[in-house]
């Protein structure tokens, strides 16, 4: 397809979003009895309706043309082919080997033209990870005294530490084999507030690092060493460590046995690695099962993506939702409200999974995009979320798109519990469709006896706009398998956006300058440091703490 193409198809988005009643949800209901059996799909285990937005027959044909335009599924191929789709670090993108069998054949090429095969690597550490994992279980595996491991703590930042603490809270119970424990700020007021929960003789620690270098995991590393050696001793410490990381000359300066040591490649991006040694922390808290079951959901998901039809392929259909939303309607912002409290973390996971992503300003080739990209992403789960930001989404001035997770049955005994939940969870999503009129808020009042004067004060602030859009992905049962398939749903789902608007999903160049800038800025805050060239304010502030931590020296 030609650059032609690919705008009179981003045009015809463009111009079908001009249209007066482009974002009128409720009037396509009231036109439409079959609304939602038009506009919802089943892939694997998942149900995804999509009614609720005012995505009609026409631009859904007019997304899928786009996505024909911008070659979305060649693009696809090519990232399953192993291709250096992460053109500005020169890397393939992977993640699906890591949750597929040797025998699926992914290969990963190399910058410098070699080829290699990414399924031998990936059974090879599973294999390892998994001997780990059951030995420590059985006890085989022990701490320094001779006592059975009970906690794991994870050392790691970002994508070493948002999918695999998403993750095990979703799937930990009580009954499952370990504790698991997350340490990811530099502020080591999140030490403080775990270290009295821990037994050293009982504690495993993951460094869990793709580089190894990233500046908040190993300080809070060595905080964590030098607790293990105060009380285990050197040489007993070593026996507490596992290293995740594709860094294997920085584990073993450390000081991890090799043998703790579980590698993986370039090819897998730190928020796509929770399927590898990163999820070591999953697979030791949760289960070897538990976590084999997450990969294997994946990779129903992987398949379907890898073959389902445009029209019914989830991951498209929810990124070209967000692409009518967000350069259609011109929304750039973007809520997830898991109605299940196990996916308590999914939203922050996905903040980086799609922001770190699709935080992107030009195209692959280096030319600036041409259209707004990665919306802003948060959320909370329900009902919290409710009694917090959604006042904003149903009567703030801008529509925010929000996809509802909702789980038709739990893993608890409290039915009555999981029937409110749900009942709201789908009011939420009713409430932002349907809105509220004057005439039915001033019918209300009237009828509860308020006086006409307060009918009209109150009238403006207590109406609902309405017709705002939401997506809901509706699951039978959440767990391991189902999970799997939820967080492959949403990372394809990136993948696809990134493809829209051509650029790089899987490089972070933005976060770089604040690292560098941290680093000059370290020891100009020590009391003798002397401070270098800024600009008024960063002077102005680091002057500052320096005088407030001299007072209280
Ligand atoms: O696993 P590492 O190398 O410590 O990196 C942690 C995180 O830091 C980043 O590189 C930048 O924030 C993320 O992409 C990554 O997940």
């Not at 909370?380 to 997770?405: K, R, Y």
């Not at 990136?494 to 560098?516: P, T």
Request: charged share 20%; with cysteine.
């Amino acid at each position: 397809m030609t650059p032609d193409a690919r705008n009179a198809a981003w045009g015809k988005i463009t111009s079908l979003a001009a249209r007066p009643d482009a974002g009128a949800i409720r009037a396509l209901f009231a036109a439409d009895p079959k609304r939602f059996s038009r506009f919802h799909r089943q892939g694997c285990d998942i149900l995804m309706d999509f009614s609720k937005t005012s995505i009609t027959e026409d631009v859904l044909k007019a997304l899928l043309d786009l996505a024909e335009a911008c070659q979305v599924m060649p693009k696809r191929d090519a990232m399953a082919a192993g291709e250096l789709v992460n053109c500005t670090e020169g890397r393939a993108v992977l993640h699906m080997a890591l949750r597929a069998p040797r025998s699926a054949g992914f290969k990963a090429k190399h910058a410098d033209g070699s080829v290699e095969d990414a399924g031998a690597s990936v059974e090879e550490t599973l294999a390892a990870m998994e001997r780990f994992t059951r030995a420590i279980h059985t006890g085989d595996i022990r701490g320094a005294t001779g006592e059975t491991f009970t906690d794991v703590i994870n050392i790691g930042i970002g994508g070493s530490d948002l999918g695999p603490f998403m993750a095990g809270r979703a799937l930990w119970t009580v009954r499952s084999p370990m504790r698991p424990l997350f340490l990811a700020n530099a502020d080591a007021h999140n030490w403080e507030a775990i270290r009295p929960r821990l037994n050293p003789h009982r504690t495993l620690m993951l460094v869990a690092s793709k580089t190894f270098t990233t500046a908040e995991t190993m300080a809070n590393a060595h905080v964590v060493r030098g607790w293990l050696e105060r009380n285990l001793g050197e040489m007993g410490a070593r026996r507490h460590m596992a290293a995740l990381s594709t860094n294997l000359e920085a584990t073993a300066a450390f000081g991890v046995p090799s043998d703790r040591v579980f590698g993986f490649r370039d090819w897998v991006g730190g928020r796509f690695s929770l399927w590898s040694a990163i999820g070591l922390s999953i697979a030791l808290s949760c289960g070897w099962n538990a976590f084999r079951q997450l990969l294997d959901g994946a990779r129903v998901m992987d398949e379907h993506f890898l073959s389902a039809a445009p029209d019914r392929n989830l991951p498209l259909l929810l990124a070209l939702i967000t692409a009518w939303h967000v350069n259609g309607l011109g929304l750039k912002a973007h809520a997830v409200l898991p109605y299940d409290h196990r996916l308590s973390r999914f939203p922050a996971h996905l903040q980086q999974l799609e922001m770190e992503s699709l935080g992107k300003r030009v195209t692959v080739s280096g030319e600036p995009v041409g259209r707004e990209t990665g919306p802003v992403i948060f959320g909370e789960p329900g009902t919290n979320a409710q009694h917090s930001f959604m006042q904003l989404l149903h009567q703030g001035t801008t529509p925010v798109p929000a996809d509802f997770v909702l789980v038709a049955n739990p893993d608890h005994p409290y039915a009555e519990n999981h029937r409110l939940l749900l009942s709201n969870g789908l009011a939420q999503a009713e409430a932002l469709l349907r809105g509220r009129g004057p005439e039915e808020v001033a019918a209300e009042m009237r009828r509860a006896g308020k006086p006409e004067a307060e009918v009209e004060r109150l009238l403006p602030h207590r109406v609902f706009p309405g017709d705002r859009p939401s997506t809901t992905l509706l699951l039978d049962r959440l767990d391991a398998f189902t999970l799997g398939q939820l967080i492959a749903l949403y990372e394809h789902k990136v993948f696809c956006l990134g493809a829209l608007w051509d650029i790089d999903a899987f490089d972070q160049w933005g976060v770089e300058l604040g690292k560098q800038l941290a680093g000059s800025i370290l020891p100009e805050l020590a009391p003798a440091g002397s401070i270098g060239e800024h600009d008024a304010s960063t002077t102005g502030l680091i002057s500052r703490i320096r005088e407030l931590q001299a007072l209280k020296a």
